[in-house]
């Protein structure tokens, strides 16, 4: 990131013109054909899962956008947006539950990338998630799709970490803040730990890059985007979720802000991250 003192107003007011370090109260495909290729070095993002199709359950949005689209709208949505993800990102890593109402659009749409995937992480969250039906799996673990339009190989030309030091496996278990959890949670039901975005940065960004979010939820992405000094995007079509999260990024920067002023950036940064990989375990 950079110095307080660079720091403005973190909501965009989107006029044609996509600016770094704002976050946009905007529909992402609205937001990506104002960006130029290769805009943004790295999207990490989770988008609606369709979790109600055919369902009386409550969706991820909490009934605030539609989220039970047939199979074949889903399929050509998502098409749609990867499409664009991959214009306008040197990678994109996409976070997707396996459900039955994005099953079959799922395993499509994987299959139509087929040759813009470069790998699959599974992300094991270490404890499972109750099953809506009889005669179904808990679900404990979560893709994340790395897309890549240059295609080719397993071999990412991104990737900072070094040959046999890390897998694709991302095991995660959180130690639980109950009352911050209960308070997210309340307001957006499906929240990925701080550790996934913190990992895939590790993995594929150094400081200084541009970090977006289009599918911006509560903001984790963009918050581990402040504490570990990237850049960022965001964009969010929810009102109740971009002020939301707004309101929880702008709470990270006043934090920054004051441990800068006494630390300086280096050592705020080294302070901030320690508090916050205290909450987790890397199994």
Same mark, same amino acid.
């Given at each position: 990131?950079?110095?307080?003192?660079?720091?403005?107003?973190?909501?965009?007011?989107?006029?044609?013109?996509?600016?770094?370090? /704002?976050?946009?109260?905007?529909?992402?495909?609205?937001?990506?054909?104002?960006?130029?290729?290769?805009?943004?070095?790295? @999207?990490?993002?989770?988008?609606?899962?369709?979790?109600? =199709?055919?369902?009386?359950?409550?969706?991820?949005?909490?009934?605030?956008?539609?989220?039970?689209?047939?199979?074949?709208?889903?399929?050509?949505?998502?098409?749609?947006?990867?499409?664009?993800?991959?214009?306008?990102?040197?990678?994109?890593?996409?976070?997707?539950?396996?459900?039955?109402?994005?099953?079959?659009?799922?395993?499509?749409?994987?299959?139509?990338?087929?040759?813009?995937?470069?790998?699959?992480?599974?992300?094991?969250?270490?404890?499972?998630?109750?099953?809506?039906?009889?005669?179904?799996?808990?679900?404990?673990?979560?893709? @994340?799709?790395?897309?890549?339009?240059?295609?080719?190989?397993?071999?990412?030309?991104? =990737?900072?970490?070094?040959?046999?030091?890390?897998?694709?496996?991302?095991?995660?278990?959180?130690?639980?803040?109950?009352?911050?959890?209960?308070?997210?949670?309340?307001?957006?039901?499906?929240?990925?730990?701080?550790?996934?975005?913190?990992?895939?940065?590790?993995?594929?960004?150094?400081?200084?890059?541009?970090?977006?979010?289009?599918?911006?939820?509560?903001?984790?992405?963009? @918050?581990?985007? @402040?504490?570990?000094?990237?850049?960022?995007?965001?964009?969010?079509?929810? /009102?109740?979720?971009?002020?939301?999260?707004?309101?929880?990024?702008?709470?990270?920067?006043?934090?920054? /802000?004051?441990?800068?002023?006494?630390?300086?950036?280096?050592?705020?940064?080294?302070?901030?991250?320690?508090?916050?990989?205290?909450?987790?375990?890397?199994?």
């Amino acid at each position: 990131m950079n110095t307080p003192e660079e720091w403005v107003d973190i909501r965009g007011e989107f006029d044609g013109i996509v600016e770094i370090n /704002k976050v946009y109260n905007i529909d992402c495909l609205e937001l990506m054909a104002h960006m130029p290729t290769d805009f943004v070095d790295l @999207i990490i993002t989770s988008p609606p899962y369709n979790f109600n =199709a055919g369902s009386s359950l409550k969706n991820k949005y909490n009934n605030l956008l539609r989220d039970n689209l047939t199979q074949d709208e889903y399929y050509e949505w998502s098409v749609k947006v990867i499409t664009e993800c991959m214009r306008v990102a040197k990678l994109v890593c996409w976070n997707i539950q396996l459900i039955a109402g994005n099953k079959e659009a799922l395993l499509r749409y994987i299959g139509y990338f087929n040759k813009n995937i470069r790998d699959i992480l599974i992300w094991d969250k270490q404890n499972s998630e109750p099953a809506m039906s009889e005669k179904v799996f808990n679900s404990e673990f979560e893709f @994340i799709i790395l897309f890549d339009k240059n295609g080719g190989g397993r071999k990412i030309e991104r =990737a900072k970490f070094a040959r046999g030091t890390v897998s694709n496996v991302i095991r995660v278990f959180r130690m639980i803040n109950t009352k911050k959890d209960e308070s997210i949670r309340k307001t957006h039901c499906a929240v990925f730990p701080d550790l996934i975005p913190i990992k895939l940065m590790e993995y594929f960004t150094d400081e200084n890059d541009i970090v977006f979010d289009p599918f911006m939820g509560s903001g984790t992405t963009i @918050i581990n985007a @402040i504490k570990y000094n990237r850049r960022f995007i965001g964009s969010e079509l929810v /009102k109740e979720y971009y002020d939301y999260a707004v309101e929880k990024i702008e709470s990270e920067l006043s934090q920054y /802000k004051l441990l800068f002023s006494t630390s300086g950036q280096q050592s705020a940064t080294s302070k901030r991250n320690e508090d916050e990989l205290s909450q987790y375990k890397l199994l």
